[in-house]
């Protein structure tokens, strides 16, 4: 478990990224469509978009507590593993068009 106040607050932004996953993935499987622009639905495009945030705060956070804090926690360095993965996805979605 986290022992400084950062490597929690990381945990707390890795939990919310799940939840909103979740959330975007309900939205999905219930029947939502998206259109032809990012921004078509609404509720899809919140929900992603919080999820990368809280993602990518998380692992920035975690990132933070590990060099500044000497934090270990296994929960932690999770976190910093998907906000890498998704800052990178996200970074590569920007910049080479489709």
């Known amino acids: ?8 607050l990381s945990v707390g932004f890795f939990v ?4 909103a996953f979740g959330v975007f ?8 469509k998206g259109g032809d622009g990012f921004f078509s639905n609404a509720r899809l495009s919140a929900a992603i978009l919080t999820a ?8 920035a956070v975690g990132l933070s507590a590990i060099t500044n804090s000497g ?6 360095m999770v976190a910093v593993a998907l906000g890498s993965l998704v800052a ?9 068009p489709h």
Do not use: D, H, N, Q
């Open 52 to 59: 990368a945030a809280s993602a990518i705060a998380g692992g």
């Open 1 to 8: 478990m986290p022992k400084t106040r950062l490597g929690w």
């Open 25 to 32: 993935f309900g939205f999905v499987l219930s029947g939502e």
């Open 16 to 19: 919310l990224a799940l939840v």
């Open 71 to 76: 934090e270990r926690a296994w929960l932690v």
């Open 88 to 96: 990178a996805y996200t970074a590569i979605e920007l910049i080479v």
